[in-house]
């Protein structure tokens, strides 16, 4: 059953505190019906758009970020895989969502790392646990993954202990080797984990993460890669270093941690001329769904926001933000199930419903834990 304290936890659980271009896709989206092939992407094959984006990997089927959940993403498939990027002491980018890493890895149970545990204050908020700032990748690579939401996903606890934690290379090398064996595309969709606390250590992602895409071929507007911030400061720095095309995302609530003195918030970015700026320095956006299709007090769907049309107009993509299939995150339109069963918010419901809506609200693209059931919704929209 999964319990109270867990609705309660939540935003720490599912990692949503800190809350997804031009060049990949035409941002002529509005009023688009059903999936439509796009431009020839490098390798190969026609990508179909919206484009289906393996959040964190097949992450409802496998444990989030680990090669297996991409592979299977890829297998089933998503036309992008997404990794959360995070630094090691030693400046490697590695595959975690977030750098405190007990809620992903075994490295609680592993009597080598005790000393390290602390606390640390990230973008405002304490945590505790173990970092990936104060481990080099050696470390990182002797640690075993472990399914997050062991509630919602019990299935996924099978794979507990099997894999190790992946680095951007490892995920791009797989990326390039699907593409030369399937002659599918596969794109990239890499974020940039809270930014300006690895600057404050004196561990930056641009230098690495553009080293990377420069070394697989991605650093071009029309490559199959999207890079994604919660935070503005580094995608416009970014924008001076990569043709490759930039991502900002936004949540419902707060704002950008690097512009909180300034009062900036996602509320603001949101609004139309909100958008026309972020089109200045961005290629699209990233919301959380709720700012397409909002909800009400009872968690049923409203009518559609005008963020898809507003941001189309200021020539920017959209791709929202988060599919997954269980009742526990679904609008009670799509809830499926008896919700006396003590199981129901761990039951799947009718995701295909709810891709279906926003692809017909026009957005671009899809994130989602499921990227089998959103590539379905597309092909049956
Ligand atoms: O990057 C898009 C989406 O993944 C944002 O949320 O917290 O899951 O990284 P998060
Ligand atoms: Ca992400």
């Not at 060049?23 to 999936?35: D, E, H, I, R, Y």
């Not at 758009?49 to 090669?67: N, Q, V």
């Not at 009670?332 to 891709?355: K, M």
């Amino acid at each position: 059953m999964v319990s109270n304290v867990y609705l309660g936890r939540r935003k720490l659980l599912l990692g949503m505190g800190s809350a997804l271009g031009a060049g990949l896709v035409s941002a002529c989206a509005t009023g688009q019906t059903g999936p439509v092939a796009t431009r020839q992407a490098k390798g190969g094959s026609v990508l179909t758009k919206p484009i289906i984006i393996a959040h964190r990997g097949a992450s409802g089927l496998r444990p989030e970020h680990t090669l297996a959940a991409y592979q299977l993403a890829i297998d089933q498939g998503a036309d992008f895989i997404e990794p959360d990027l995070v630094l090691t002491k030693d400046g490697h980018l590695i595959c975690r969502h977030e750098n405190e890493i007990s809620g992903t890895t075994n490295v609680a149970s592993k009597p080598e790392f005790a000393d390290r545990k602390k606390v640390h204050v990230i973008d405002g908020e304490p945590y505790e646990g173990w970092f990936t700032e104060d481990f080099t990748l050696a470390e990182i690579k002797t640690l075993r993954c472990k399914e997050r939401l062991p509630q919602l996903r019990p299935g996924n606890m099978a794979y507990d202990g099997q894999f190790d934690v992946p680095t951007f290379e490892e995920v791009l090398e797989l990326a390039k080797r699907q593409i030369a064996t399937t002659g599918h595309t596969i794109g990239v969709y890499p974020e940039t984990k809270h930014p300006t606390w690895f600057e404050g250590l004196n561990l930056s992602f641009d230098a690495p993460l553009v080293t990377l895409i420069q070394r697989y071929g991605l650093d071009a507007a029309d490559a199959p890669i999207f890079i994604q911030s919660f935070e503005v400061t580094n995608l416009k720095r970014l924008r001076g270093k990569t043709k490759a095309p930039l991502v900002q995302l936004m949540a419902k609530d707060g704002g950008p941690f690097d512009l909180s003195k300034a009062g900036v918030t996602y509320g603001s970015m949101a609004t139309a001329a909100g958008l026309k700026e972020i089109a200045t320095y961005a290629n699209g956006v990233g919301p959380e769904k709720i700012l397409i299709l909002p909800r009400d007090a009872s968690n049923k769907n409203l009518i559609p926001t005008s963020f898809v049309a507003d941001a189309h107009k200021a020539g920017l993509v959209v791709h929202p933000w988060t599919f997954r299939a269980e009742n526990y995150f679904l609008p009670d339109d799509y809830r499926r199930g008896q919700s006396s069963d003590p199981t129901y918010l761990a039951q799947h419901g009718d995701l295909i419903a709810e891709v279906q809506a926003f692809m017909a609200a026009g957005v671009d693209g899809v994130f989602s834990d499921f990227p089998d059931i959103a590539v379905q919704a597309r092909a049956s929209q």
